[in-house]
């Protein structure tokens, strides 16, 4: 679809929504486009009344009591339960209990009417409002407006509608509690219709176990109930309890009618349970008809797959029989691909059932065959099966070669990979075209749409570059959504901005839609964020995303830690970000929320030091540490012997000192340590004493030199003459290490002309301070640096 089409759409959505449509890139646009359409007042937005007439768009009733089922009246109930939402969180004014009950009433009847089950976005907002009604004493009371028995049995009938969707739906069950709380505190308020409701939702909701007993303890509900307690149990694997039900239902009812048969045999096929499915299938019915044929289809599907074609032969004669009936041929079809796979007798045969049956057949019967096909890894009937359809008019699909796409990559057959991944891209444009148009029928007529459609579509749009749909489609239906849903379309953004293959740029536009939609992000959340930008060599945006967490009030979860801000001075370190350094520095220093540790000092050394002020990193930052409460941890004097190893002419001698430091406290000298003392010698120019040190390794700490050792001491010595000696002893004192050294690859800095060898370096400064709390005196620091020769003077 052309870029003019999706303007075009969003303002005929305005148009039709009553709304005023501003682009974001109008330079008089009004102060209120810039704010976050999700955090925009209603009460700024234009009003056309004189068009609300011609185009039908009549504000909706103040009450909704006995309204129709429309979109508009839907989202007015909705907008009542939100603005509760909006007004508890910023501790203003709640809309009054009169409207929230008639919203609350008109949500429930038009869902049940419909028989529409509830989506986990409006359980939620349905959740929080009867938990502030329940406390204001305005369910089941005398007050007027409260809600009555005959609301709660509407709430609970509604709650008990199936929901194939899910599996267990916990929100549900939260929400028949809180009825449940209210019917119990007033006596007389329970009736078998709501203890059945009850029921249902207990077997739908994980607790088919409890809801079992519930049916022992009474005998007195109807079989729709049993059965529903049955499908529980199955969802559940209770298969003794299943079982020892179904006899009681057998005993108390007789044989199961089709209907009950089908739903038990499908539930057993959706758990991929084929002998269980088989055994409940053989029961006896009290029906002459014998199964539904959408129950015999389904176990036939189920038989082939599971390789079982003689229980499969029997069922396919049951639906030949039936082949004038819905959902039979394609079942058929894969019968006989499965059982008679020649390309000739499987034409006639799909021929004869096309021309036998008076049902639709599409390119998606013959896609199952193909999957089939391929699963049983056999291309060549998959081949023929796509020959075939193409006989019969089907044009091959996007799921014809994206399954085909799948088995080659399983194949390692690249070549044929690329074919079929040529052949899919051909279908993306018109797909998504399909699913705009689609997505925009939905949006116009205020149909649901569950978190997880939200996430898809996110997906596309931000893959497809098209943010500003997903701003739209985000707009007002983010504030719907319980956090639990939220998150899961949040992932979304995160895992497209921390994606290394998208352009930071859009990267960052993503994550601007991703900090207003959802504020209640943690900063462990953003961090990753945060990282991604650093990694693409984007500081700017990175500390602009730190920028956004310090802003954030004191207790909220956006608020960064002392972990966070050495996180982000590791980022900067990693840049080289000379400007990030003074901005975040100045952000700690005037952050009251946060104390300075020795691990935000260690991460600020590490910047000091890729920004060329090893100096500051020492004097400002070490000997802070040193004289600190909290004392060093092992990777602070890591960190300081890496300054020295870029602080002319001072650096050989303060690496002195912090050597003989530890060795006064007994600290072990482990090889990186060593390998860094290795390394401030040979920064220092210090040829003779690293070859010393690398001679006299294995007596020093008991490890050997290794080709890390050898890469430290080529890289941190300066001048491209000096690392040419640096070789040339090398070759001769460690010719194996050398040439362990050149297979890590190595790296020309074109400004300064010199060779660099491709090994880590980095410090983890993620370890805890060498003493416990209490422990460290600072007075032993003091102690030791009085016994130790000044720093000299340099003139």
Same mark, same amino acid.
């Given at each position: ?187 007389? +308020? @329970? $009736?078998?219709? !709501? ?5 249902? /939702?207990? %077997?739908?909701?994980? #607790? =088919?176990? *409890? ?80 199964? +539904? @044929? $959408?129950?015999? !289809? ?5 038989? /082939?797959? %599971?390789?079982?074609? #003689? =229980?499969? *032969? ?482």
């Amino acid at each position: 679809m052309p870029k003019s089409s999706h303007l075009t759409r969003a303002v005929f959505r305005a148009f039709l929504a009553n709304r005023p449509y501003v682009s974001n890139k109008c330079l008089r646009r009004p102060v209120v486009a810039t704010l976050p359409a999700w955090q925009r007042n209603l009460n700024h937005q234009q009003t056309r009344p004189f068009l609300d007439a011609i185009l039908g768009t009549d504000k909706p009733p103040k009450t909704l009591e006995g309204a129709r089922p429309t979109p508009k009246n839907f989202e007015a109930a909705i907008g009542k339960l939100v603005d509760l939402l909006r007004a508890r969180k910023s501790r203003s004014r709640t809309p009054s209990h009169e409207e929230l009950v008639d919203a609350l009433k008109f949500l429930f009847t038009a869902r049940y009417e419909s028989r529409h089950a509830l989506t986990r976005n409006e359980v939620f907002l349905a959740t929080e409002t009867f938990r502030h009604l329940q406390e204001r004493d305005l369910v089941l009371s005398e007050h007027a407006g409260s809600m009555t028995d005959g609301d709660l049995l509407t709430i609970l009938d509604t709650l008990a509608l199936p929901t194939p969707k899910d599996r267990f739906r916990s929100d549900t069950r939260s929400l028949a509690e809180l009825v449940r709380s209210s019917q119990a505190r007033h006596p007389g +308020t @329970t $009736s078998a219709e !709501s203890e059945q409701a009850y029921i249902t /939702i207990l %077997a739908s909701t994980g #607790s =088919a176990v *409890e809801a079992k007993d519930e049916l022992a303890s009474h005998h007195v509900y109807p079989r729709a109930v049993w059965v529903q307690v049955l499908k529980g149990l199955v969802q559940e694997a209770k298969d003794t309890d299943f079982w020892r039900l179904l006899k009681e239902y057998q005993a108390k009812f007789g044989d199961l009618d089709p209907y009950a048969h089908e739903e038990l045999v499908l539930a057993f096929i959706r758990a991929d349970r084929v002998f269980d499915a088989q055994r409940i299938y053989t029961q006896p019915l009290n029906s002459s008809s014998g199964p +539904t @044929t $959408s129950c015999v !289809s389904k176990m036939l599907e189920m038989s /082939i797959r %599971a390789g079982k074609m #003689s =229980a499969a *032969e029997s069922l396919a004669r049951t639906l030949t029989s039936r082949i004038r009936e819905d959902d039979v041929v394609a079942s058929l079809i894969l019968y006989h691909a499965a059982r008679d796979p020649r390309l000739e007798n499987l034409r006639q045969t799909v021929h004869g059932l096309l021309q036998s049956s008076n049902t639709e057949v599409s390119m998606t019967t013959f896609n199952d065959v193909i999957e089939y096909a391929l699963r049983r890894n056999n291309p060549v009937l998959a081949h023929a099966v796509q020959e075939l359809a193409l006989s019969e008019g089907f044009q091959p699909d996007g799921k014809t070669y994206a399954l085909q796409l799948q088995f080659a990559i399983d194949q390692r057959d690249f070549s044929r990979a690329k074919q079929m991944y040529i052949a899919l891209l051909a279908f993306a444009r018109a797909e998504y075209d399909v699913m705009m148009r689609a997505t925009d029928t939905l949006l116009e007529r205020g149909a649901d749409i569950d978190c997880e459609a939200i996430a898809g579509l996110c997906h596309v749009f931000l893959h497809r570059g098209e943010i500003d749909e997903a701003v739209g489609l985000l707009r007002h239906r983010i504030d719907f959504f319980p956090l639990t849903d939220r998150a899961r379309v949040a992932v979304v953004f995160r895992d497209f901005i921390v994606d290394p293959s998208v352009n930071p740029q859009r990267a960052f536009n993503a994550y601007e839609l991703f900090r207003h939609a959802f504020p209640e992000t943690s900063a462990a959340h953003r961090l990753p964020l945060m990282q991604a930008f650093f990694d693409r060599r984007r500081p700017d945006m990175a500390t602009q995303i730190f920028s956004h967490m310090r802003q954030a009030d004191p207790g909220e979860p956006a608020r960064p830690n002392a972990d966070a801000y050495a996180k982000c001075f590791e980022g900067i370190a990693q840049c080289r970000d000379v400007d990030g350094l003074q901005t975040v520095f100045n952000m700690l220093k005037l952050d009251l929320q946060v104390e300075l540790s020795t691990k935000i000092r260690n991460g600020i050394m590490l910047a000091n030091i890729a920004c060329q002020t090893p100096w500051q990193a020492i004097i400002d930052h070490f000997y802070k540490i040193m004289d600190s409460r909290e004392g060093p941890s092992y990777s602070t004097f890591e960190v300081a012997m890496r300054a020295c190893e870029t602080w002319p002419p001072y650096g050989n001698f303060e690496a002195r000192k912090i050597i003989a430091v530890m060795q006064s406290w007994n600290l072990e000298i482990t090889k990186p340590m060593y390998d860094n003392y290795i390394g401030v010698m040979a920064g220092q120019c210090e040829f003779e004493d690293a070859v010393e040190l690398i001679e006299n390794m294995q007596r020093d700490i008991g490890e050997a030199p290794d080709a890390f050792t050898i890469g430290t001491f080529y890289n941190a010595i300066p001048w491209q003459f000096r690392k040419d000696a640096v070789e040339n002893w090398a070759k001769q004192a460690y010719p194996e290490l050398w040439e362990e050294l050149v297979g890590y690859g190595e790296e020309i800095d074109e400004e300064w002309e010199v060779r660099y060898f491709k090994i880590d370096r980095s410090i983890d400064i993620d370890d805890p301070p060498l003493f416990a709390e209490g422990e460290w005196k600072p007075e032993l620091q003091r102690q030791m640096q009085s016994q130790i020769e000044p720093l000299p003077m340099v003139t």
